[in-house]
């Protein structure tokens, strides 16, 4: 298929899409790429346009930026405040709807002057829900020490606002304690205190009062600063300013007076390089950790420390350096679990979605302690907010940290002088996938408590089980921390195959055995060196084009709580973003920071973790510069000139779901790709589906018409049949249909567009005839595979039967439909594919004629007119243009090993034995004539496909010229003998 067909596939929906579906044929904001990789994430569709200003819902405002000296140090000064009838930027009421005749008023202005009805009849602003104190009246005749708004009380009311007591005035909270105000002041979540929807707030800690704009909690969480109407220690606050309260402030909590706070975090100035927490010596030799956080947009950045109970202490970064927030906090250790909060702007029209009450992680994480948990409250908006169409727009100030992981300091001390990295040429290598737990998860010789870690694949069972095959690399599914997905959840399933990064340093802690405060870094490391002892190199899959937090109507975890304008590509309507993944968003990788983060990522993995290459999911997605797919963009310049990253293995999955996405075969040197040509030849060529076989002569002999270009080499193709995504190689000849229920999306999910063939009965049979067609089809795949030109991936477990039961998208099973069954070893069938595998990968280890580093010419070099690649017919002759054109099941390829280009590593010329391999896709035997001279006298058979054990196979030798009986659906291997 040509790259213009497959992207109109793409685009038509023909390729695979892993998530949610609605409608039969049809699926919610998934990927599309062939064979791609990630579920979407789940929300309502958003409206077409922008609903008109007046109609926006009233969202919470976020506590203003501070402005005034703090115990930590001197802090930006505040913004202007906008003049009457220009937004404030909090994204609730439009330009001209604001009323300041209060003096600090930021409710909707109404035509009376009130606050958009949330005080009843008095004619005066709203302002923040209360009135001034000598207008208080209380219906007890107390002057109203906590809000009161005057008239009488009205009846209670059902709000649209979940978790929220609303009255037309202010209510007695439910324990008798504080009030409620209809849309204002509300009785805090256990009752005690007050907190408003959209004004009076709780403080963070859940004491004293923060008013949306109005109120603040001090820096010391006690006592109010007010926007306009709070109090501050018994004064009025200003505008946008926190104002610090004395060590003796008192909260309003319940009636009850509540402590001092304690004493405040030192925090010195520190160095805003390198970005992150990275534990050091201070001044005076003062051991600590500096931390450093690029927030570019933010008004105001607070470190917050956990102890082992989970108490949180806040401290505020005062410096600020090229948009880094720094700071070094003295007697911070290794093992300490952190996170920070963000203020800024609430305002989703324009893509601001500041929210300090959500606690995120440090994106340069270098370990996470605890798992993502998706409840309401670790979402910035209020996820079920009844109007969902605009629920994205209204901002949640429950605090997410008891929900969320937190980060941990590690200390990095590891110089790899003890480690002898492989180094393996591209040419020599063959990768095979695979699942840190699924690997590990079932494997008989792995001690239990290690099974599904890193300690376990560093196993000596699991490693034996890598060297028996043979293979040069192991390509890790992604081990970048990540989060599960909320429709996951709420099925009872898991994200099994980690396409949902969320810490781009940390290795995932749900993999380590050792412990998750910083041991699992030690243990990744172990399993690197374990691994590169035994001459495998560690090549990562990384998901750097989207992360966990989706789309408008996703969580906040990290980037989108430090700075969702800039991280992220948003749309012309900034509230929505730019989703070129099929999971919610995409990284604006062209912003300097982004591209920072990534390859800051990439050089650590590489430098400090021991990888030695990386496979990109969607890498066009980080190709694009604006919109377009651009090989000369800042993400590909960056990588290309690296000192570090230029020499690793880079591997491309060369499409994403945007227009122009497809890019098979353009990316340039330095990369290699994952050919979908190839993997879509071979199987329409073995369930005897090509037209003709011009396709399958070009994949055969390394893609030259996608590769022979600016320098690129056979090895730019890595070829597969199967990936970690679709069918697993035996339920490709077991299955014609996809079978997903497990996946509880209707069977919806998943690619139509398996090009398989289920040999004559769907799943499993007892027919000992078609199972034993499935075996010879599969030794099929397996032996073009591993004699094609280029680099071959295998799948963990395809060698050995693995099945998913027709489940071509186990994204979701962490189960055993997911993990590979060692039994299967236990079959004698299923273990002579296995060492028909292991026998194939030798033969091209042993053999350079099957991993040339240059593509073939076709062209004879010597008089006997002997040429480096020949193409056959059944009839032995070479093949013409016509028979290219016709329709055909066989076709012999010749390689020559006295015409390999280049030199050994002694300036001497490589040569090696030559071979002839005739593949025979039709169901019946066939003749096939063997060349004679100048190609060989004799043929010896090496494999032969149609046997189950092979060792009955080699040394039957033919002569040239001789009518040689291919069975079928067969491959015949023959070394030139003479």
Known sequence: MSSAAEQEAVASGRATAKGPTTDAGSTTGARQPPDADHPAEAGPPPPADRPADAARPPEPDHPAAPGTASPDGPTPAPAPAPAPGEPTGNGRVPAGRRTTDDGGSSGLATEDGGSGGRTAGSGRPGGNGRVPRDRRTPEDGRPGAHGVADGDPGPTTEDTQPDRQTAEKAQPAEDGHGLADGGHAQPTEDGHGLTGANHAQPTEDGRGLAGGGHAQPAEDGHGLAGGGRGLANGRAGRRGVVAPASAAAVAVAGGRRVAPAAAPVPVWPGAATPLGARFRTGPDGVAGTNFALWAGGAEAVELCLFDEAGKETRARLTELTHEIWHGFVPGVLPGQRYGYRVHGRWDPWTGARWNPAKLLLD??????????????????????????????????????????????????????????????????????????????????????????????????????????????????????????????LRRGLRNYWGYNSIGYFAPHAAYAASGTAGQQVGEFKRMVRALHAAGIEVVLDVVYNHTAEAGEYGPTLSLKGIDNQRYYRLQADARRYADYTGCGNTLHVVQPHVLRLITDSLRYWVTEMGVDGFRFDLAAALARSMHDVDMLSPFLAVIAQDPVLRRVKLIAEPWDVGAGGYQVGAFPPLWAEWNDR?????????????????EMGYRLSGSSDLYAWGGRRPYASVNFVTAHDGFTLRDLVSYDRKHNEANGEGNRDGTDDNRSWNCGAEGETDDAAIRALRRRQLRNLLTT?????????????????????????????????????????????????????????????????????????????????????????????EMTEEDWYAPAATLGMYLSGRDIPGRDERGAPVLDESFLAVLHAGEDPAGFVLPGP????????????????????????????????VPGRSVLLLRVAG
């Open 934 to 965: 100048p190609w060989a006298e004799r043929y010896e058979v090496v494999v032969d496909t149609s046997l189950e054990e092979q060792a009955e196979a080699p040394g039957t030798v033919h002569r040239a010229g001789a009518v040689i009986t």
């Open 785 to 877: 595979l591993l004699l094609s030109t280029g680099v071959p991936m295998l799948v963990a477990g395809d060698e050995m039967g693995r099945t998913q039961h027709g489940n071509n998208n186990a994204y979701c099973q962490d189960n055993e439909t997911g993990w590979l069954d060692w039994s299967l070893l236990d079959d004698p069938g299923w273990r002579a594919l296995s060492e028909l595998t292991a026998r194939l990968i030798g033969l091209r280890h042993r053999h350079p004629v099957l991993r040339r580093r240059a593509f073939f010419s076709g062209s004879a070099h010597s008089a006997d007119g002997l040429r480096d690649l020949a193409w056959f017919t059944a009839r032995g002759t």
């Open 678 to 694: 190839y993997r879509d030849a071979v199987r329409d060529f073995w369930r005897h589906a090509l037209p003709d076989v011009r």
């Open 363 to 488: 994106p340069y994480a270098r370990a996470v302690d605890g798992a993502f948990r998706l409840p309401p409250e670790v979402y910035g908006h209020v996820r079920d907010w009844p109007d969902q169409h605009v629920a994205d727009t209204v901002r949640d100030d429950r605090d997410s940290a008891p929900y969320v992981p937190k980060g941990v300091v590690v200390h990095d001390d590891d110089d790899w002088s003890d480690d002898r990295r492989p180094k393996t040429p591209w040419a020599d290598s063959v990768i095979y996938e695979l699942h840190v737990r699924g690997f590990t998860m079932r494997h008989p010789g792995i001690p239990e408590e290690l099974r599904g870690t890193y300690a376990g694949l560093a196993h000596p069972a699991a490693v034996e089980h890598l060297t028996r095959l043979g293979v040069t690399a192991v390509e890790l599914l992604p081990v970048h921390q990540f989060a599960h997905e909320d429709h996951l």
